[in-house]
């Protein structure tokens, strides 16, 4: 019975930062009431590229360069971990097949419309973002959009 009612739930994944989770580079989150309050009736799927990529929270903030590449605060490359978060965000996708995907604006991983590039909030799509829109048909939403 539990089974079949998860089973016709809408599923959406969802930046995790949004729902509360304190998964952000600085150990908070970005708690956003409007998400939370559109995904009431639906199955979440949270996720965090980031930790998914193997970075430690909280860790250095980083953005992404003219070349692409990620570096930290710290000068530290981390694209290959922006990489590997954006490959298993993709992973999770494939698995749950979410109806719809919210994430949050001008992160680095997430940002949908904006990002942050060499320490700006630039138009553009964060590393996850931009594998989901080549690999995926699934409609992407920006939490901004939710916001009442
Ligand atoms: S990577 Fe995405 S989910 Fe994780 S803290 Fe940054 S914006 Fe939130």
């Given at each position: 019975m ?5 089973n016709s ?9 949004l729902l509360g989770i304190?998964?952000r580079?600085?150990g908070k989150s ?5 998400v939370?309050?559109y ?6 799927i949270?996720f965090?590229p980031?930790q998914l990529?193997g970075?430690?929270?909280p860790r ?6 003219e070349?692409d ?9 981390v694209?290959?971990n922006?990489h590997?978060?954006a490959?298993e965000?993709l992973l999770i996708v ?9 994430l949050?604006?001008?992160s680095?991983?997430?940002g949908?419309?904006?990002t ?5 909030r ?7 973002t931009?594998l989901?829109?080549?690999?995926t048909n699934?409609?992407?939403k920006?939490e ?5």
């Open positions: 539990q089974e079949r009612e998860s739930k809408k599923r959406i994944m969802v930046s995790a930062c304190k998964c580079y600085d970005k708690r956003n009431k409007d939370i309050e995904c009431k009736d639906a199955l979440i949270p965090c980031e990529g970075l430690s929270t250095i903030k980083a953005t992404i360069t070349r590449s990620v570096i930290n605060f710290a000068g530290e490359d694209t290959e922006f590997r978060g490959m965000t494939s698995i749950t097949k979410p109806d719809e995907i919210i949050k604006e001008g680095p991983s997430c949908l419309t904006e942050n590039v060499n320490w700006e630039k138009k553009g799509s964060g590393i996850t931009t989901l829109k080549r690999n699934i409609p992407l920006s901004i959009l939710l916001q009442s």
